[in-house]
């Protein structure tokens, strides 16, 4: 019924940027907040940074700085733009949505599949 589709991972070098793209579909009828999380191999996932339907934003406090999240709601779309990247930043990186969908009008958390962010030279 609904599904996160996230884009823009890749390989990059140190101090290079990258720009990720996720993008909700299906019966929704609203999207409360969106966010971005990682996880490297062998860690835990964590949270990057959340964007609320009003546009307030949270980030995880090292990534304050190089990371912004932005979000577009008529397009049920967010984003994250990775400045200054650091060989730590190799990640699989998750979309998260907190949607209300049509069909209840409850709200759940979706998830996308994830994309590859490799930073290395």
């Known amino acids: 019924q609904v599904q996160l589709v996230e884009s823009g991972g890749g390989l990059v070098q140190p101090g290079g940027s990258l720009r990720l793209t996720c993008v909700a579909s299906?019966?929704?009828?609203?999207?409360?907040?969106m966010g971005w999380y990682r996880q490297a191999p062998g860690k835990q996932r964590e949270l990057v940074a959340a964007?609320?339907?009003?546009?307030?934003?949270t980030y995880a406090d090292s990534l304050k700085g190089r990371f912004t999240i932005s979000r577009d709601s008529a397009k049920n779309t967010v984003y994250l733009q990775m400045d200054s990247l650091k060989p730590e930043d190799t990640a699989v990186y998750y979309c998260?949505?907190?949607?209300?969908?049509?069909?209840?009008?409850?709200?759940?958390?979706?998830w996308g599949q994830g994309t590859q962010v490799t930073v290395s030279s």
């Open positions: 998260k949505g907190a949607i209300v969908i049509v069909e209840t009008l409850g709200e759940f958390d979706a």
């Open positions: 299906g019966t929704i009828f609203k999207i409360n907040a």
């Open positions: 964007i609320t339907d009003d546009g307030s934003t």
